[in-house]
């Protein structure tokens, strides 16, 4: 049975920092990219991705602010996310879309964490 379960969101003064971590399990998780959407009222937007080899992208509105990394011996990708801002705040979903050779036929998605930014 495939799972990714997020954990780490919750209410932060705008400035302030959070670490979202995502649990992947049921699939080979070293084979797949991963990536952190966000959820906004009228608005998804992929926020940060990591490819299998560890390349990692950003949205032009969180780079040198987030910082997202995978650890495949344990499985779990995490999103470090510094000088948070009131438009920072959404549900993060944790996203897998794999193998590559299969044309990334597999995708599968988290149940997501709310970060609330406000004072």
């Known amino acids: 049975q495939v799972q990714l379960v997020e954990s780490g969101g919750g209410l932060v003064q705008p400035g302030g920092s959070l670490r979202l971590s995502c649990a992947a399990s049921g699939f080979t998780f070293s084979d797949y990219d991963m990536g952190w959407y966000r959820q906004a009222p009228g608005k998804r937007e992929l926020v940060a991705s990591a490819?299998?080899?560890?390349?990692?992208n950003y949205v032009d509105s969180v780079k040198g602010r987030f910082t997202m990394s995978r650890d495949n011996a344990k499985n779990t990708v995490y999103l470090q996310m510094n000088s948070l801002q009131p438009e920072d705040t959404a549900v993060y979903y944790c996203n897998a879309k794999g193998p590559r050779w299969t044309m990334f036929k597999y995708e599968y998605w988290g149940q997501g964490t709310q970060v609330t930014v406000s004072s």
């Open positions: 490819t299998t080899g560890g390349i990692t």
